[in-house]
């Protein structure tokens, strides 16, 4: 397996429903939220990556504000689908899994 790494901006994380899909699918249900802040007049300029808790068990749960912005998470949550199904489907085959077993840790 490579390892070639490379930096993901902000505006990928945003724009390719990273940052929707990692909120909605795993912070959000721990009462967790992954936030990026940037630069309102340029996206792009280096983000502060923020984590925030809330005390109510029940976690986060996103209401769209409008029929655009759901037609948009849709959009984003899309992108991250065709973003993140072959490389689950990669992992799966190489490794025999998609997320790590603790076990596959050890030294």
Do not use: C, W
């Not at 502060?48 to 949550?77: C, W």
């Not at 991250?80 to 190489?94: D, E, T």
């Amino acid at each position: 397996m490579g390892n070639k790494v490379r930096e993901v901006s902000a505006r990928q994380m945003i724009d390719d429903g990273i940052l929707l899909e990692a909120n909605r699918q795993f912070f959000h249900p721990l009462g967790l939220v992954l936030a990026v802040t940037h630069d309102a007049e340029d996206i792009d300029m280096p983000a502060k990556l923020s984590l925030s808790i809330t005390d109510d068990l029940e976690g986060f749960e996103y209401t769209a504000r409008d029929a655009e912005d759901m037609a948009l998470k849709e959009t984003k949550a899309h992108r991250f689908y065709v973003f993140s199904l072959p490389r689950q489907q990669a992992r799966l085959k190489a490794l025999g899994y998609s997320e790590q077993p603790l076990e596959t840790m050890k030294p």
